[in-house]
């Protein structure tokens, strides 16, 4: 089924199982068949009240419902008492035929006023009229309108397409933000109606957690306005005098405009599933009829309910947490500090954990108050916990990070395999007031891991002191520092994997940097980009990186030899800028194929290549084409596409070969690291053709050759690769419209570059000039390619 129709099916069930209408009532539409409706507009309106009709016990004993078409006259659809079921009345409303005219609803108003409801109970139940139009009647409706609501006849005035706010509020029953609906807004019209009859005691809620809910909003109308366009010359008669006056009339012109009306609209909310947010760790909560939910978990978390991981430390581990207790962080900051410390402990040690947990705080100098190992008992290390005070004072982590190093985890002289991992794990918020890259450094000499857990007002700083961005966890807000104890818990325990960092592989990162990613959006995808980094051997010889942003144009940050060390690209990344503007992947493609990807921008021959496209999925449109151009130019393309729906213009991206992650959003990037860099090892190892792309420069062929490869150069190109100009040749020389007939000169070759003249200068001095007049070709001089 079609999403939108099987959103249309949920909206009906939705109606349908929140309200039902089953005291006896006579309901009539009154739908405007008019031409200022059209035919769209009419649909609509059919759409409207069928929909109506699903939550109406439709019987001759209960609800009856009957239709009017009105234009220039009113025409009766079928009476109330016509059908007596829900399934006949709605059939019969679907093969309602447009008539079209003019629009007269006064007419059909005063044929209500006249016959009453045909086939209806007159007084004895209650009477509705839900007249659906435009608003744009070509006679007078309020008098008419004010009679029927004298005689007991309850009003809705539902509009259509652009509808004439003011006509609607005179044919609407009093109060008339609560009479007055639009039916362009199914859901909104549908669910206004039943709020007010529910009120009567017409219709009633069947789900008590269900319920309609009024708030405030907006109409728009496209109507016709004068509009002051300037004075211009104009000649007007006098009484007075025989004479034509000169004067400045003003003169206007007319334009249709939006207007807006303030309104009253009203949802249905209903408590799902979801709305808890069951799945932790960047899992999505897709719901399961009324009350199930299923989680589609990252890869890293898809064994468990929820996403959760089963937290424990199973790795042997000396553990030592150090607050910030300075007046830098205040006292909110260090006891959410302490709260985090406090959960993590409960949710990872057990009794047969092989962690031992110690507590320090620093502020102008380090106090340990629970020293490494102190306490086995979990409930007895929180206790002490609690009974750690707040300190004040200046931010010196520097010193304390020293101090951490120096004295932290006691005097254990155990080395090597002997003893454990040490790990310090640093809380902050604030920044520190002394130098900090010196006792960092000295920490991690003395084989100390380092991690950071902080706010994004610190997060350089913590890269600076763990040494890299992946060491490094940056919270929001108190809920999500606590979200942060699976990623710790992670990386205490986590090794290198081998097996990826070895592969030779040519690797470009394409990131969108248009307006709609945004600037903080752009810092998430920099922040992932650099944790991916760190998980390649970055050399000439292994793995190389390069960097294209696009937006507003396409500029490649750093090519794929710019970079030739880990520290470098890591800088490099964190330095590409932000473009805004409006971004075309399928352009930013093009320029890796032309100006990246290429033997002369540093790419390899027989080294396997790799494009991974970081987009929202805007501006994805036009590349899917040249997305395959790459492909088969032997290079793979990864698409990562953010946000909650995949646009179709990212899945046609993506391939024959379905190379595409979903991220939910920006910020559960780092969730999916794990599947990026498994997949980048499987294009690593996958067998690569020595041509493709095209080692040979100047537009030479490539041809495999007994597990090597040849460049066939064109005429007037010579060398492996076709880089140099053989100036020997006729042709060569034709084209750069040398001539010399007599002259003989030895072999010689000159480089192209900046003393190319000098150079030719020297050579040609010891030749007579007339030979080189008529300027072509010299025999025996080669020009290579060269700086």
């Given at each position: 089924m079609p999403p939108f129709l099987l959103l249309e099916t949920i909206c009906i069930f939705l109606f349908s199982r929140v309200m039902w209408c089953s005291a006896a009532v006579d309901i009539l539409f009154l739908l405007d068949g008019s031409n200022s409706v059209g035919k769209g507009s009419f649909e609509r309106s059919k759409h409207f009240a069928i929909t109506v009709c699903d939550a109406l016990d439709i019987s001759t004993e209960r609800v009856r419902v009957g239709a009017f078409q009105f234009s220039s006259t009113p025409h009766l659809e079928f009476p109330l008492d016509s059908f007596s079921t829900q399934q006949e009345v709605k059939a019969k409303i679907k093969r309602m035929i447009f008539k079209g005219g003019h629009t007269d609803t006064g007419l059909a108003l005063k044929y209500l006023l006249n016959r009453g409801f045909p086939g209806g109970r007159n007084a004895s139940v209650p009477q509705i009229l839900v007249i659906v139009t435009d608003g744009k009647s070509q006679g007078h409706v309020a008098l008419p309108a004010k009679q029927l609501k004298e005689k007991g006849v309850t009003v809705f005035a539902v509009g259509v397409r652009f509808p004439r706010w003011e006509e609607l509020h005179a044919l609407a029953s009093e109060p008339r933000e609560q009479h007055v609906l639009l039916a362009e807004q199914v859901e909104d019209a549908t669910n206004g109606l039943f709020s007010t009859l529910s009120n009567s005691a017409i219709c009633s809620s069947t789900t008590p957690d269900c319920r309609v809910e009024a708030h405030p909003c907006e109409r728009r109308t496209l109507e016709m306005v004068r509009e002051f366009a300037g004075n211009a010359p104009c000649w007007r008669g006098s009484r007075r005098a025989p004479a034509v006056l000169a004067a400045h009339c003003p003169f206007y012109s007319w334009k249709r405009v939006f207007l807006a009306h303030p309104a009253t609209c009203y949802r249905t909310t209903c408590p799902g599933p979801c709305d808890s947010q069951p799945c932790q760790n960047g899992g999505t909560c897709v719901p399961e009829g009324l009350d199930g939910y299923q989680c589609l978990c990252p890869l890293a978390f898809g064994g468990e309910a929820n996403c959760a991981p089963k937290l424990s430390l199973e790795c042997r581990v000396d553990l030592l947490f150090l607050l910030d207790s300075s007046a830098g962080t205040a006292l909110d900051g260090f006891l959410r500090a302490k709260a985090f410390v406090k959960q993590f402990v409960q949710a990872v040690l057990s009794e047969d954990s092989r962690a031992r947990v110690g507590v320090a705080t620093y502020s102008r100098e380090l106090l340990v108050a629970v020293p490494v190992g102190e306490y086995q008992d979990v409930p007895d290390l929180?206790?002490?916990?609690?009974?750690?005070?707040?300190?004040?004072?200046?931010?010196?982590?520097?010193?304390?990070?020293?101090?951490?190093?120096?004295?932290?985890?006691?005097?254990?002289?155990?080395?090597?395999?002997?003893?454990?991992?040490?790990?310090?794990?640093?809380l902050t918020e604030s920044r520190s007031e002394d130098e900090v890259a010196g006792p960092a450094r000295h920490a991690r000499a003395r084989e100390l891991l380092l991690l950071g857990v902080g706010s994004e007002a610190v997060r350089a700083e913590l890269e600076e002191i763990t040494g890299s961005p992946k060491h490094v966890m940056v919270y929001s807000d108190p809920q999500d520092l606590l979200n942060q104890i699976p990623e710790l818990q992670g990386k205490l325990c986590s090794r290198q994997r081998p097996g990826c960092r070895t592969q030779a592989l040519d690797l470009v990162f394409m990131l969108d940097t248009s307006a709609s990613v945004g600037p903080e959006n752009f810092a998430q995808m920099q922040s992932f980009v650099r944790s991916c980094a760190l998980q390649f051997e970055v050399n000439p010889d292994v793995t190389q990186v390069g960097l294209v942003v696009y937006g507003s144009q396409v500029q490649t940050a750093f090519g794929l030899d710019a970079k030739p060390t880990q520290a470098a690209l890591l800088r490099a990344i964190s330095q590409a800028p932000y473009l805004g503007g409006v971004g075309s992947a399928g352009t930013a493609l093009l320029h890796i194929y032309d100006k990246v990807m290429t033997v002369q921008r540093g790419a390899r021959p027989g080294v396997p290549k790799a494009v991974v496209v970081l987009t929202g999925g805007r501006g994805a449109e036009d590349a899917a084409v040249p997305a395959q151009k790459l492909r088969n130019n032997g290079i793979s393309v990864l698409v990562m596409g953010v946000g909650p729906v995949l646009s179709e213009g990212l899945r046609r991206l993506a391939g024959p070969r379905d190379s595409l992650i979903h991220v939910a959003a920006y910020?559960?990037?780092?969730?999916?690291?794990?599947?990026?860099?498994?997949?980048?090892?499987?294009?690593?190892?996958?067998?690569?053709?020595?041509?493709?792309?095209?080692?040979?420069?100047?537009?030479?062929?490539?041809?495999?050759?007994?597990?090597?490869?040849?460049?066939?150069?064109?005429?007037?190109?010579?060398?492996?690769?076709?880089?140099?100009?053989?100036?020997?040749?006729?042709?060569?020389?034709?084209?750069?419209g040398w001539y010399c007939k007599s002259c003989q000169v030895p072999q010689t070759q000159l480089k192209a570059g900046s003393k190319a003249f000098v150079q030719w200068k020297e050579l040609f001095s010891h030749f007579p000039t007339k030979h080189l007049v008529n300027t072509s070709c010299i025999p025996g001089i080669v020009l290579s390619a060269g700086t």
């Open positions: 929180v206790r002490s916990l609690d009974g750690i005070p707040f300190r004040g004072g200046p931010t010196l982590m520097g010193s304390a990070l020293r101090q951490a190093a120096d004295r932290g985890f006691g005097s254990a002289t155990r080395t090597g395999q002997d003893r454990p991992r040490r790990v310090v794990v640093l910020t559960d990037l780092r969730y999916h690291q794990d599947v990026l860099i498994e997949w980048l090892c499987g294009e690593a190892k996958r067998p690569v053709n020595l041509c493709k792309p095209s080692p040979c420069m100047n537009e030479g062929s490539c041809v495999l050759q007994n597990g090597s490869y040849r460049c066939e150069c064109r005429d007037g190109w010579e060398g492996p690769h076709c880089e140099n100009r053989e100036w020997n040749s006729c042709s060569a020389c034709v084209s750069q």
